[in-house]
């Protein structure tokens, strides 16, 4: 049974930094797209960054480039968020998702979800 299971989720200043894990099971990743989507309190998911499974060009959600970096190790089956410079315009709940086809901006693409982790930034 496939599980993506996220952590590093937490309230921070504005300004300030998360590191967001994603750790895969019940299969490999390693030849997997691997994506970070995100919900705010009354909004639709929205897409913030995805990386293919060679980890080569990353995508972004334009709002975010620049303050946030994806990566991912295969080795472990984990991906990461690195959020920087942290807005209170990005508290949302974040979620990981893996194994997309066709675009990958878009939340039907996605086959497998995590159960989302809160991030809460203040003012």
């Known amino acids: 049974q496939v599980q993506l299971v996220e952590s590093g989720g937490g309230l921070v200043q504005a300004g300030g930094s998360l590191r967001l894990s994603c750790a895969a099971s019940g299969r490999t990743f390693s030849r997997t797209n691997m994506g970070w989507f995100r919900q705010a309190p009354g909004k639709e998911r929205e897409f913030v960054a995805a990386?293919?499974?060679?980890?080569?060009?990353?995508y972004y959600k334009d709002s975010v480039k620049g303050r946030f970096t994806i990566s991912r190790d295969n080795a472990e089956n984990t991906v990461y968020l690195q959020m920087n410079s942290l807005k209170p315009e990005d508290t949302a709940v974040y979620y990981c998702?893996?194994?997309?086809?066709?675009?990958?901006?878009?939340?039907?693409?996605?086959?497998?979800w995590g159960q989302g982790t809160q991030v809460t930034v203040s003012s």
């Open positions: 998702a893996a194994d997309s086809a066709g675009g990958m901006g878009s939340v039907a693409n996605w086959t497998y």
């Open positions: 990386i293919i499974w060679s980890a080569y060009n990353p």
